[in-house]
């Protein structure tokens, strides 16, 4: 899973810098972001699967910038990542779609799993699509 592309969107820099750095020892491609557009905009120039997001950001919030990414990249993960934890934030965001709510501080250990059980499910949906295309071009 290590080929997994991520980005962190965040507007702390000082996280966004050292959880790239942690990762990228692990041997990932790390994207980092400071608002929702900023991350809308890479999402269209790069291949990324899983996306950390935080929920209170200036500007366009993690809800929002969920909904957007979901939207329009259906196979990207997005796993919301936030200080500010609120149940009904959760249970919205799992609703349009997240695929974890993690609060911090959360530990490299999880972040690390989360990536690898996101990276799972992006692999089963494409298998399942390229199946569905082969039985359909038969």
């Known amino acids: 899973m290590r080929n997994t592309r991520i980005m962190l969107v965040d507007d702390e820099d000082r996280l966004l810098s050292t959880t790239k750095k ?3 020892k692990l041997g990932f491609d790390v994207f980092t972001c400071t608002s929702g557009k900023k991350a809308l905009e ?3 120039q790069e291949e990324i699967h899983v996306v950390f997001l935080d929920i209170k950001m ?3 919030d993690g809800i929002e910038t969920l909904q957007r990414i979901k939207k329009k990249f259906p196979f990207v993960e997005v796993i919301i990542l936030t200080g500010h934890a609120s149940m009904e934030a959760a249970v919205e965001g799992l609703k349009l779609g997240a695929f974890d709510f993690l ?3 959360v530990s490299m250990k999880e972040l690390l ?5 996101a990276s ?3 692999y089963r949906q494409k298998q399942r699509l390229l199946s569905a295309r082969k039985e359909g071009s038969s």
């Open 22 to 24: 942690l990762f990228e």
């Open 42 to 44: 890479l999402l269209e």
């Open 58 to 60: 200036p500007g366009m």
């Open 103 to 105: 609060i911090k501080p």
């Open 113 to 117: 799993e989360n990536v690898e059980e």
């Open 120 to 122: 799972a499910k992006i």
